[in-house]
């Protein structure tokens, strides 16, 4: 089969597409034909060896996949050959086939795409366990959404909707912007052009955002905390925007606010009951039409490279997959 295969800790454009041995199905595992996999900004951390896990070189990027199974092993009861399932295996995807634990394989609805289902498990299920479990975002709460438009943050803009928060979607173009408003956010902030305290404390009129999801880090950090409303929940997710920010511990003690840890892969790992809910919950929401993953760019397999030097870039919108079928 035809794979991306990373050789050394290096950047993106130093992956090569190789001719590799087929995965066969261990005890325990399945086999996927892969229609789509996922592309996130961990992939791309762990190709330059700067994610919290570095895999045993070489290895083949990409996280999450969605397909059909075109073999199984032993021991694996509830799933068969020929069913559409997605996978979260954290390397792997890049390929025109990956061998996946039964444990970290899910059926997917036959209403649901494969380049759909690709993009849950991490951005949406990252979102989901932030909103839900980390923030206990309630009805009639406001979210605010740092950079808003990427995989991570649009997924928010779309969760905090259904769960009846009042979403305010901040990042740094219009264009970008008016997608969380197609998305449904009810409001908008431009954090190139406006101030985001100023129109935070004109929209909230004074009182500041209960929840702030912060995939992105840097410069907006501080200012966003500043306006956080008293009792509110900051979720820290990750540092898109490159720089870890600092911040001044008296604010969190004058605002009676909570700075609180998202690391999905862990809860993943640790609870995987309910999170295997969440993307039971993800999945029905994404055929009902409560959430409507964004797919902004479909790349082949020998364009891998290139999807993940837009991901660093900041250039997606949404989500992007890889498709190596084409």
Not at 72 to 85: A, D, P, S
Request: hydrophobic fraction near 50%; charge should be neutral; charged fraction near 15%.
């Amino acid at each position: 089969m035809r794979a991306v295969l990373c050789s050394a800790f290096d950047q993106p454009e130093t992956l090569a597409v190789d001719t590799v041995a087929d995965p066969a199905a261990a005890a325990g595992h399945v086999v996927i034909s892969v229609h789509a996999a996922g592309v996130n900004f961990p992939d791309a951390l762990m190709v330059m060896g700067q994610y919290q896990v570095r895999p045993p070189l070489p290895f083949i990027p990409g996280g999450e996949a969605a397909g059909v199974i075109v073999e199984v092993g032993t021991g694996v009861n509830h799933l068969h050959v020929g069913q559409r399932v997605v996978a979260f295996t954290r390397t792997g995807a890049f390929a025109e086939r990956l061998s996946a634990p039964a444990s970290a394989v899910t059926p997917i609805p036959d209403a649901l795409a494969f380049e759909i289902a690709a993009t849950l498990p991490l951005a949406f299920g990252t979102a989901m366990h932030a909103l839900i479990d980390r923030a206990r975002l309630a009805p009639g709460d406001t979210l605010l959404v740092l950079g808003a438009s990427g995989g991570v943050g649009l997924a928010a803009v779309m969760i905090g909707k259904a769960l009846g928060a009042r979403v305010i979607a901040a990042a740094s173009t219009d264009d970008k912007l008016a997608l969380c408003r197609a998305h449904g956010a009810d409001e908008v902030i431009n954090y190139t052009t406006e101030s985001l305290r100023d129109r935070l404390k004109a929209l909230t009129n004074g009182l500041g955002p209960d929840v702030i999801c912060d995939p992105v880090g840097g410069d907006v950090t501080e200012p966003a905390f500043r306006s956080i409303a008293w009792g509110g929940r900051y979720l820290v997710i990750g540092f898109a925007g490159g720089a870890i920010p600092s911040l001044p511990l008296n604010l969190p003690l004058l605002k009676g606010a909570s700075v609180v840890g998202v690391f999905w892969g862990a809860f993943e790992q640790r609870e995987p009951a309910a999170n295997a809910r969440h993307l039971a919950q993800l999945m029905q929401w994404a055929v009902d039409g409560t959430i409507v993953p964004v797919v902004s760019a479909r790349y082949p397999l020998a364009q891998s490279a290139e999807a993940l030097r837009a991901m660093l870039d900041r250039r997606v919108v949404g989500k992007v997959v890889v498709t190596p079928s084409t």
